[in-house]
């Protein structure tokens, strides 16, 4: 049994988990961070507090005695593996996998959030060979809406962004409009419900996508609109994923038609059923289960795996 543990402490959410090499076996323990009603985000202090206070019981979920069979471990450290990227949220899981390594005397790796987000998504798909070869992916969440260029470097792959928002993140637009219904925060899957539901869909704005990029501000005022005429709910709700999914599609066209890549989606805006079948119709893109498309340690674990030699 080749077992490995991973960290991830995000804006969002507090995960670990293990994943077994051999069998790709995996297990993920997850709590999403408390965000008081009305609100559609946290400070990073109350993030990092909260990380520290939910971190050890969700190592406890994993079993006892795991640290006795893990080869390695890794924490992503930062939101993207590029000179800058820095958020204090991860310093919380870091500091924890770091200092559990060390006791074990086993290695550790640091690795960005995204990159974690990647591979849960290609172990998910059951497309792990994609970490060695280009792709596209989308990284679409709360905080992050980007079209990349991933590529395998000496030690792990790198991703270059070609594409995606150039002010509000996908996952913002959506809770936006969450907030704007009455939904809790994170409000994507409760959204997706209430669009399910819609019996007169609106046409969708259709924000202006030039060299795979686009603005979603735009589209916050038109959802704003539509809701101050009177329109049903479950109306708003369906064309506030209406108006991500044609962005999406008409960027990813654009990559597409450039590169002539298979496309990887992660994050958790890309668990929604309706982008996803508009996306696998268009473009056979491969997309990791709901458990696995929002924030979690596995693909972290899965690095430290990839990292170690023992995912080939």
């Known amino acids: 049994m080749a077992r490995f543990f991973g960290v991830d402490t995000s804006n969002y959410r507090t995960s670990a988990a293990l994943f077994d090499s051999e069998s790709h076996g995996w297990h993920n323990s997850g709590q999403l ?20 206070q939910h971190l050890p019981e969700r190592i406890l979920e994993l ?4 640290g006795t069979q893990i080869k ?17 949220c991860f310093l919380a899981g870091a500091a924890v996998a770091r200092s ?23 172990l998910s798909a059951n497309a792990l060979h994609l970490l060695h070869e280009p792709f596209l992916a989308w990284h679409l969440s709360g905080g992050t809406t980007e079209l990349l ?11 270059e962004i070609i594409g995606g928002t150039d002010d509000l993140a996908a996952g913002q637009l959506i809770d936006r409009a969450g907030n704007l219904l009455g939904l809790p925060f994170p ?8 669009a399910n539901a819609c019996t007169q869909p609106q046409k969708p704005f259709r924000p202006k996508t ?60 890309m668990s929604n059923r309706r982008l996803q079948q508009r996306m696998r ?26 990292l170690s030699g023992e995912l080939l």
């Not at 390695?72 to 204090?88: E, I, N, Q």
């Open 63 to 66: 079993g006892m005695g795991f």
């Open 281 to 306: 119709d268009a473009f056979g893109a491969f997309f990791a289960e709901p458990a696995l498309s929002g924030d979690n340690a596995v693909g972290v674990a899965v690095l430290a795996a990839l």
């Open 33 to 52: 961070l408390k965000v008081p009603e009305g609100r559609i985000g946290l400070r990073q202090s109350d993030a990092l507090f909260q990380h520290v």
């Open 72 to 88: 390695a471990v890794a924490a992503s450290t930062r939101p993207r593996a590029v000179p800058g990227s820095y958020m204090p």
């Open 210 to 269: 030039v060299g795979c990029r686009f603005s979603l501000s735009g589209a916050q005022n038109k959802i704003e609109t539509l809701y101050q005429t009177g329109a049903p709910r479950e109306t708003v709700a369906r064309y506030t994923i209406d108006i991500v999914g044609s962005a999406v599609m008409d960027a990813t066209q654009q990559a597409v038609q450039q590169m002539h890549l298979p496309v990887l989606c992660a994050g958790g805006v």
């Open 149 to 159: 260029y991933v590529k395998p470097e000496e030690t792990l792959f790198s991703a």
């Open 187 to 194: 409000a994507g899957a409760q959204l997706e419900q209430l």
């Open 100 to 122: 559990l390594a060390h006791a074990q005397g086993v290695p550790f790796f640091e690795v960005s959030h995204q990159q974690g987000h990647l591979a849960a998504a290609a």
